[in-house]
């Protein structure tokens, strides 16, 4: 079992920055994958980033490229999204999640195994 718990969503101006935490209960954090989703309103959720258990591979989502970057550190249990550059299509509610596997650009929904619960980050253009 792992739990999963975001902070570091706020509001934020078009072009400013955010980094995301995701903290995880547990001794199994390093044999997760992990992957940051999120959901705007009206819209389906979509993979942001993932990344494998010991962060030497990553893979984002068109959309975000070159602004986003995910980040691991297996000591703290933590995932991270460092998000600049926003923009106000960035709204949404960020959701960090856990794969067994690292899928790269086949991750999908589908695939969690584990969700955290949320946290809103919300850009003003």
């Known amino acids: 079992q792992v739990q999963l718990v975001e902070s570091g969503g706020g509001l934020v101006q078009a072009g400013g920055s955010l980094r995301l935490s995701c903290a995880a209960s547990?001794?199994?954090?390093?044999?997760?994958?992990m992957a940051w989703f999120r959901q705007a309103p009206g819209k389906e959720r979509e993979v942001v980033a993932d990344i494998n258990w010991s962060g030497s591979n990553t893979d984002y989502a068109d959309s975000v490229k070159g602004r986003f970057t995910i980040s691991r550190s297996n000591a703290k249990s933590t995932v991270y999204l460092q998000m600049n550059s926003l923009k106000a299509e960035d709204t949404a509610v960020y959701y960090c999640a856990a794969d067994r596997v690292f899928r790269g650009a086949t991750m999908t929904d589908s695939f969690v195994a584990y969700w955290g619960q949320g946290t809103q980050v919300t850009v003003s253009s």
């Open positions: 547990g001794r199994t954090f390093n044999t997760y994958a």
